[in-house]
């Protein structure tokens, strides 16, 4: 078993498909060595709140090698996605004992990709918060620094991906969610087009500022993940273009002489860290090392404005939302049920008039489409993932009771909604790190539906700027993922 652990930890999720498609390692061994490191390393973390190690074991036993990433350990994240018979809080302590009745759409593809289910990681209350600290379940913490927060609402994903106990987790993003934890803990977090996953159940999230897809250590893992999950239904409101090809196979044709535009300045006005605008001029050199043709473009935004119109839009939403849970569990929520800054928000969303609601939408289209017209001279676009280092525990504080005061600390992610709103793809990559060995990560944005053009410049820059070798102390990784 020390030989499968082993091997467990050197190989990413693609070397771990293919050793099983092989019969080289068992689904059953696999998951063993996956719930072992687990075991190991959660403790210190609080990474998994929710072990599923017979349902894994049950699954893995019955793995077909042919599925496309058999018998690769996953972790779904505790918000939104359904799996039928496993619990489904989104942290909250209102639904602390609801039980998922049917699978999302996504999770049925993720059954049939062949990923091996072994539990569910932590989230902020509903998924609103970019650090990772509910009531309900307790704080994670960054194994870069436990000081330090692994960011949100997927950061206990961030954690489990970041430290090997697992090669891909499922991440969501509605306001930079997939891309935070990715900055904050030093693994890829791709945000994909608006329409590329189907939300099926559900027709839409929050006007389309809603996605579903995972972290991972490598960007091929993402791909492949991207390949397993990807696809609209007949009907779904945002159709987007299938890929020419499996984006596995497009992520690994190198892009040439692309027109790329970079940034370094906050459209909302605020400061950017020193270390975090070095970071992102480097990246910026080394693209125009490689041949294509950079320059600087600010955004032209007026971000706080936007985030104003986007979150009083979501309290709607949430609002809604909790709704339809009362349905569910037969009685109404009240703030003793709820974090205070959730109470606040469900208290705006039911005062919102549907006229108001309905301007704000409106509102949030138009700019989505200024922003991709003002970005549209450019095939992909460089910004911070965080203007700042990642923040203390206790920083986003959802405890507050003041939802402008509590709003107005996102600052830190304002490169990150933007694009939420828009529908571009948008990946953070931990090319960088920060003086005291922090990961820095650096977000790529690309033409609406571009998510395969993403992928090929990610897969160069993994090449030029490697990654692979940094890992946090005490997880012990050994070689490199995917050899």
């Not at 050793?19 to 696999?30: N, Q, S, W, Y």
């Not at 009531?135 to 997927?154: E, F, I, M, Q, R």
């Not at 995972?214 to 007949?234: I, Q, S």
């Amino acid at each position: 078993m020390s030989d499968v652990r082993t091997l467990y930890r050197q190989s990413d999720a693609v070397a771990l498909a293919d050793h099983v498609r092989k019969g080289d390692i068992t689904a059953l061994e696999v998951a063993e060595a996956a719930i072992d490191t687990i075991e190991a390393l959660n403790p210190d973390l609080n990474s998994v709140i929710c072990k599923l190690y017979d349902l894994g074991r049950e699954t893995a036993a019955k793995t077909d090698p042919a599925a496309p990433l058999a018998g690769v350990p996953f972790l779904l994240k505790e918000l939104a996605s359904n799996w039928a018979g496993v619990q489904a809080t989104n942290s909250s302590r209102f639904l602390k004992n609801n039980v998922a009745a049917q699978d999302s759409h996504l999770t049925q593809r993720i059954k049939a990709a062949g990923l091996t289910l072994l539990g569910k990681t932590n989230a902020p209350e509903n998924g609103w918060c970019i650090a990772t600290e509910p009531v309900l379940y307790g704080p994670t913490l960054n194994p870069w620094n436990p000081k330090a927060t692994p960011g949100g609402s997927s950061g206990g994903s961030a954690v489990a991906v970041a430290t090997g106990m697992v090669p891909i987790a499922e991440a969501s993003d509605g306001a930079g969610s997939i891309r935070v934890p990715a900055s904050c803990c030093g693994v890829v977090g791709l945000k994909p087009s608006r329409g590329r996953v189907s939300l099926a159940p559900f027709a839409d999230y929050w006007a389309g500022g809603a996605y579903f897809l995972c972290n991972t250590r490598t960007v091929r893992d993402t791909a492949a993940y991207l390949d397993a999950v990807a696809g609209a239904l007949p009907g779904d409101p945002y159709p987007v273009a299938a890929p020419s090809a499996a984006f596995g196979d497009l992520a690994l044709r190198s892009p040439s002489g692309l027109r790329i535009g970079f940034t370094v300045t906050a459209p909302n006005g605020t400061p950017v860290d020193p270390e975090v605008k070095a970071a992102v001029l480097s990246v910026a050199k080394q693209l125009a090392a490689l041949g294509h043709e950079v320059e600087e473009k600010d955004m032209t935004l007026d971000a706080n404005s936007l985030w104003q119109t986007y979150t009083d839009m979501t309290c709607v939403e949430t609002a809604g939302m909790f709704d339809f849970m009362e349905t569910l569990e037969n009685r109404k929520v009240s703030p003793d049920d709820v974090e205070p800054i959730t109470w606040a928000i469900i208290e705006r969303g039911r005062a919102t008039p549907a006229t108001a609601h309905a301007g704000r939408v409106e509102a949030v289209r138009q700019t989505a489409r200024a922003i991709v017209q003002d970005l549209w001279p450019f095939d992909v676009y460089i910004t911070p993932t965080l203007t700042q280092r990642p923040r203390p525990v206790g920083y986003y504080d959802m405890t507050m009771t003041d939802l402008d005061a509590y709003n107005a600390l996102w600052a830190d992610s304002v490169f990150g909604f933007p694009f939420n709103v828009s529908g571009q793809p948008a990946m953070s990559l931990p090319l960088c790190e920060f003086s005291d060995g922090l990961p820095l990560g650096i977000q790529l944005i690309g033409r609406p539906g571009d998510d395969a053009g993403l992928l090929a410049l990610a897969s160069v820059l993994e090449q030029v700027m490697p990654w692979n070798e940094r890992h946090p102390p005490g997880t012990n990784f050994g070689a490199t993922d995917g050899k």
